[in-house]
């Protein structure tokens, strides 16, 4: 079992920065890909970031790339991710989810990751 818990959200202006942790639980952090999700009133839960359990390869949205920035440190079993020039349409629930590397699947899709944060919220202001 992973748990994951989410921090580092907040109220931010447009333009803002903002770094959020992810901090897992349990054994053999260093096998997992770990990917961000977000969540906005009304909407469905949509992909952001994500990252290999190497740390080798990264995938973005196209409303990510070039702002947001995913990283990991094994040693803390922390994943992070920057999020710079935000905007009001980034205002969300941010979620962290893992999954076993050797399970597969598309770093894309919310059914390719097993563990699940509770979510910290992020609102952008203009």
């Known amino acids: 079992q992973v748990q994951l818990v989410e921090s580092g959200g907040g109220l931010v202006q447009a333009g803002g920065s903002l770094r959020l942790s992810c901090a897992a639980s349990g054994r053999n952090f260093r096998n997992y890909r770990m990917g961000w999700f977000r969540q906005a009133p009304g909407k469905e839960r949509e992909f952001v970031a994500a990252?290999?359990?190497?740390?080798?390869?990264?995938f973005y949205t196209d409303a990510g790339k070039g702002r947001f920035t995913i990283s990991r440190d094994n040693a803390k079993n922390t994943v992070y991710l920057q999020m710079n020039n935000l905007k009001p349409e980034d205002t969300a629930v941010y979620y962290c989810a893992s999954r076993f590397e050797t399970l597969g699947g598309s770093y894309y899709l919310r059914a390719n990751y097993d563990y699940w944060g509770q979510g910290t919220q992020v609102t952008v202001s203009s």
């Open positions: 990252m290999s359990w190497s740390g080798a390869s990264t």
